[in-house]
């Protein structure tokens, strides 16, 4: 008998499954991507700051309406593109554009977050310059201007329109407030509010509706859906084509096209982390390479150690120096894991000792998996969901975020002793206490809506620590690549102000 390499063992019949399968989703996921892309023409400028991009379905002859597309925030354009893809292949041309402080305008919104003047004067500039754009376009009839926008969006847009009796017509999803709409305006206005939407939300959108004389606006619930699952759902897109003034005939609207090819990618992404990993470490020799595995405290000693320190950290982050940076509700979060990350390593003095970290045969481990995470995690969001790359001020944030979200999950991965079911609990807990702090009025309200996907990311980290802990990867490794999955999205998609 031969005898098999020092070092390697042939990969496992469940990691070429799971390499497949990967492949498969990822390559699915890039398929439905392109199916979405199928037929439609894009085209990006930039007038006075504002990125703009223009979508179109063929090249009709004629002049067509147009619709300007603005998205809430946090949000971006790349997040409103399925209604751009739908107005556009039912006859309109397609009009999106990024706010100050979002997607790839790296202006910043002032008082982001709070009903201010100021931020209202930006919006209605940025509104204003797309629409002058979109009205100037030699296919796009003037007097068939139509806007949609989305929570702050939705704000901006039934502003302008109610001081511009020249927009055609206007649908506000998720209207965040009615209160300041004249009576009777704008004309032709169409509500779209969620089923399980915020109740603030869906008292705007019957206060807006019962001030309105009959028959001049619609209200449309759509059953089952949030605050943002609402811009993926058909009867949104529906009722966005039902407000086009003479548009086209369409093919039905596949809001989640995109978002669906983008999750393929995704998963097929993270599937794929695990073969990658087992193809770069191979067979540790006799276990030399593994991290030693320490004693731990008990459950309830550990559980209620971190709620302690969270709880703590989430009262300090109210006036840690972190909230003074240019990242709305991101600075508050910096400074929460930063400074839970801080007791967690005090904590861990004497919960869990220290530990001999893994072997030195690490570089091509941590420079490829780390390198596997950020394409992981950046290429999916930018291309299926929001827009995910630095601009302006966040290539400096991206680091700052970073630096929090290592200590914490450096602290957690002491606390936890190495152990992934404690590293688990360890990061939930702590979601859970941020949730319970935006309750308590303590973090910005805004955080509520993040939760759910910061959620998602953490428990990603999670499980991409217990594969790198499996291959007996060194202790720091999982610390490293968890930040990569956290501190992008914070500090690429949440607003500059």
Same mark, same amino acid.
């Given at each position: 008998?031969?005898?098999?390499?020092?070092?390697?063992?042939?990969?496992?019949?469940?990691?070429?499954?799971?390499?497949?399968?990967?492949?498969?989703?990822?390559?699915?996921?890039?398929?439905?991507?392109?199916?979405?892309?199928?037929?439609?023409?894009?085209?990006?400028?930039?007038?006075?700051?504002?990125?703009?991009?223009?979508?179109?379905?063929?090249?009709?002859?004629?002049?067509?309406?147009?619709?300007?597309?603005?998205?809430?925030?946090?949000?971006?354009?790349?997040?409103?593109?399925?209604?751009?893809?739908?107005?556009?292949?039912?006859?309109?041309?397609?009009?999106?554009?990024?706010?100050?402080?979002?997607?790839?305008?790296?202006?910043?919104?002032?008082?982001?977050?709070?009903?201010?003047?100021?931020?209202?004067?930006?919006?209605?500039?940025?509104?204003?310059?797309?629409?002058?754009?979109?009205?100037?376009?030699?296919?796009?009839?003037?007097?068939?201007?139509?806007?949609?926008?989305?929570?702050?969006?939705?704000?901006?847009?039934?502003?302008?329109?109610?001081?511009?009796?020249?927009?055609?017509?206007?649908?506000?999803?998720?209207?965040?407030?009615?209160?300041?709409?004249?009576?009777?305006?704008?004309?032709?206005?169409?509500?779209?509010?969620?089923?399980?939407?915020?109740?603030?939300?869906?008292?705007?959108?019957?206060?807006?509706?019962?001030?309105?004389?009959?028959?001049?606006?619609?209200?449309?619930?759509?059953?089952?859906?949030?605050?943002?699952?609402?811009?993926?759902?058909?009867?949104?897109?529906?009722?966005?084509?039902?407000?086009?003034?003479?548009?086209?005939?369409?093919?039905?609207?596949?809001?989640?096209?995109?978002?669906?090819?983008?999750?393929?990618?995704?998963?097929?992404?993270?599937?794929?982390?695990?073969?990658?990993?087992?193809?770069?470490?191979?067979?540790?020799?006799?276990?030399?390479?593994?991290?030693?595995?320490?004693? %731990? *405290?008990?459950?309830? =000693?550990?559980? &209620?150690? #971190?709620?302690?320190?969270?709880? +703590?950290? $989430? !009262?300090? @982050?109210?006036?840690?120096?972190?909230?003074?940076?240019?990242?709305?509700?991101?600075?508050?979060?910096?400074?929460?894991?930063?400074?839970?990350?801080?007791?967690?390593?005090?904590?861990?003095?004497?919960?869990?000792?220290?530990?001999?970290?893994?072997?030195?045969?690490?570089?091509?481990?941590?420079?490829?998996?780390?390198?596997?995470?950020?394409?992981?995690?950046?290429?999916?969001?930018?291309?299926?969901?929001?827009?995910?790359?630095?601009?302006?001020?966040?290539?400096?944030?991206?680091?700052?975020?970073?630096?929090?979200?290592?200590?914490?999950?450096?602290?957690?991965?002491?606390?936890?002793?190495?152990?992934?079911?404690?590293?688990?609990?360890?990061?939930?807990?702590?979601?859970?206490?941020?949730?319970? %702090? *935006?309750?308590?009025? =303590?973090?910005? &309200?805004? #955080?509520?809506?993040?939760?759910? +996907?910061? $959620? !998602?990311? @953490?428990?990603?980290?999670?499980?991409?620590?217990?594969?790198?802990?499996?291959?007996?990867?060194?202790?720091?490794?999982?610390?490293?690549?968890?930040?990569?999955?956290?501190?992008?999205?914070?500090?690429?998609?949440?607003?500059?102000?």
């Amino acid at each position: 008998m031969s005898a098999r390499p020092a070092g390697r063992v042939p990969a496992t019949r469940a990691t070429m499954l799971l390499a497949l399968l990967a492949l498969l989703a990822v390559l699915l996921g890039g398929v439905r991507l392109a199916q979405a892309d199928a037929g439609l023409s894009t085209r990006q400028v930039t007038v006075d700051g504002v990125p703009l991009t223009e979508v179109r379905a063929g090249s009709s002859p004629g002049r067509h309406p147009g619709v300007v597309v603005a998205h809430g925030f946090a949000g971006s354009a790349r997040l409103m593109r399925p209604l751009a893809d739908t107005v556009a292949r039912h006859g309109a041309v397609a009009l999106l554009l990024d706010f100050a402080g979002h997607g790839a305008n790296p202006a910043r919104l002032p008082g982001a977050g709070r009903d201010g003047s100021a931020a209202r004067a930006v919006l209605e500039h940025d509104l204003d310059v797309a629409v002058a754009h979109l009205r100037a376009l030699p296919d796009v009839d003037p007097d068939r201007i139509v806007l949609v926008g989305h929570s702050m969006g939705a704000g901006a847009v039934t502003r302008y329109a109610a001081t511009h009796p020249e927009i055609a017509a206007t649908v506000a999803v998720s209207l965040p407030d009615a209160g300041a709409l004249p009576y009777g305006r704008p004309r032709a206005l169409s509500l779209v509010v969620g089923g399980a939407e915020f109740p603030d939300f869906r008292r705007a959108a019957q206060e807006a509706v019962r001030a309105a004389p009959a028959g001049e606006r619609s209200l449309t619930v759509v059953p089952g859906t949030e605050h943002i699952s609402v811009l993926f759902a058909r009867r949104t897109h529906d009722a966005v084509v039902a407000a086009l003034p003479g548009g086209a005939a369409g093919p039905p609207p596949r809001p989640g096209a995109r978002l669906v090819g983008a999750g393929l990618l995704l998963l097929g992404l993270g599937l794929g982390f695990v073969p990658l990993v087992a193809a770069l470490r191979g067979r540790r020799r006799n276990g030399a390479e593994a991290a030693e595995v320490r004693p %731990a *405290a008990g459950w309830w =000693l550990l559980l &209620g150690a #971190v709620t302690v320190a969270s709880g +703590l950290a $989430a !009262v300090a @982050a109210t006036v840690a120096p972190t909230v003074r940076l240019p990242l709305a509700v991101g600075g508050y979060v910096t400074g929460y894991l930063l400074l839970t990350g801080l007791l967690l390593v005090a904590l861990a003095r004497r919960l869990a000792p220290p530990a001999r970290d893994a072997g030195s045969r690490s570089a091509p481990l941590a420079a490829l998996t780390i390198g596997y995470a950020l394409l992981s995690v950046a290429v999916p969001i930018h291309l299926g969901f929001t827009a995910a790359w630095p601009v302006g001020a966040r290539w400096w944030l991206l680091p700052v975020v970073a630096a929090g979200c290592l200590v914490f999950l450096f602290g957690a991965e002491r606390v936890a002793a190495g152990r992934s079911g404690r590293y688990a609990a360890v990061l939930a807990l702590t979601v859970l206490v941020l949730a319970g %702090a *935006a309750v308590a009025g =303590l973090a910005p &309200g805004f #955080v509520l809506l993040v939760v759910p +996907l910061f $959620a !998602v990311l @953490a428990g990603w980290a999670a499980a991409w620590a217990a594969v790198l802990r499996r291959a007996g990867a060194p202790g720091w490794l999982p610390a490293v690549v968890g930040t990569v999955l956290l501190a992008w999205p914070i500090a690429t998609t949440l607003p500059l102000a």
